[in-house]
T-cell receptor, first 114, second 111 residues
Framework: GAGVSQTPSNKVTEKGKYVELRCDPI?????LYWYRQSLGQGPEFLIYFQGTGAADDSGLPNDRFFAVRPEGSVSTLKIQRTERGDSAVYLC????????????FGPGTRLTVT | GESVGLHLPTLSVQEGDNSIINCAYS??????FIWYKQESGKGPQFIID?????DKRQGQRVTVLLNKTVKHLSLQIAATQPGDSAVYFCAENPGSGKLIFGQGTELSVKP
């Protein structure tokens, strides 16, 4: 079946602009996770959803970052007033439930802030 | 704070040899660990996992060993193949599902 998909695959934006990154999880998966990966580093947790609600947003670096999952399926990560330090690969993962369940990752969105 | 780290950033092996990738974790309360493989331009791919009530778990050509006494995790790949070339991450799941990843080890397989 279809895996986790993310769009766009690449996004180049100017400093100060607003961006939205989309994640389509595996159908039926109730848990959805966002991670950020800088070059040469492991993914870093940002936020996760169980259903429509954000169960843990402790990894969001500041209030410029926000994520939604209004219908419990697709999620959008929103970044306001982008900064060059936001440049990274943003990964989305989903699992059948939160907790000790295998997470399936999408290919990521590479964000470059110029 | 909590952290999961790898001892070696790069590992080069000959095709057909066995590979061992190591990982240390700091949170003794962690009870679930996962190894991921990441190829260039792709997201991490699940390889194998282990719960803290186990010392060893085997999959197809891979074995994960957990030593809770010294908080050490290792991934063994038997008969390493060129397709195994990638970056390998260990990750810690403290229970919520939120994964804590280490830095990664790049495995290079020479034909």
């Amino acid at each position: 079946g279809a895996g986790v998909s993310q769009t766009p695959s690449n996004k180049v934006t100017e400093k100060g602009k607003y961006v939205e990154l989309r994640c389509d999880p595996i159908s039926g998966h109730t848990a959805l996770y966002w991670y950020r990966q800088s070059l040469g580093q492991g993914p870093e947790f940002l936020i996760y959803f169980q259903g429509t609600g954000a169960a843990d947003d402790s990894g969001l670096p500041n209030d410029r970052f926000f994520a939604v999952r209004p219908e419990g399926s697709v999620s959008t990560l929103k970044i306001q007033r982008t900064e060059r330090g936001d440049s990274a690969v943003y990964l989305c993962a989903s699992s059948s439930q939160a907790g000790y369940y295998e997470q399936y990752f999408g290919p990521g969105t590479r964000l470059t802030v110029t | 704070g909590e952290s999961v780290g790898l001892h070696l950033p790069t590992l080069s092996v000959q095709e057909g040899d066995n590979s061992i990738i190591n990982c240390a974790y700091s949170n003794s309360a962690s009870d679930y660990f996962i190894w991921y493989k990441q190829e260039s331009g792709k997201g991490p791919q699940f390889i194998i996992d282990i719960r803290s009530n186990m010392d060893k778990r085997q999959g197809q050509r891979v074995t994960v060993l957990l030593n809770k006494t010294v908080k050490h995790l290792s991934l063994q790949i038997a008969a390493t193949q060129p397709g195994d070339s990638a970056v390998y991450f260990c990750a810690e799941n403290p229970g919520s599902g939120k994964l804590i990843f280490g830095q990664g080890t790049e495995l290079s397989v020479k034909p």
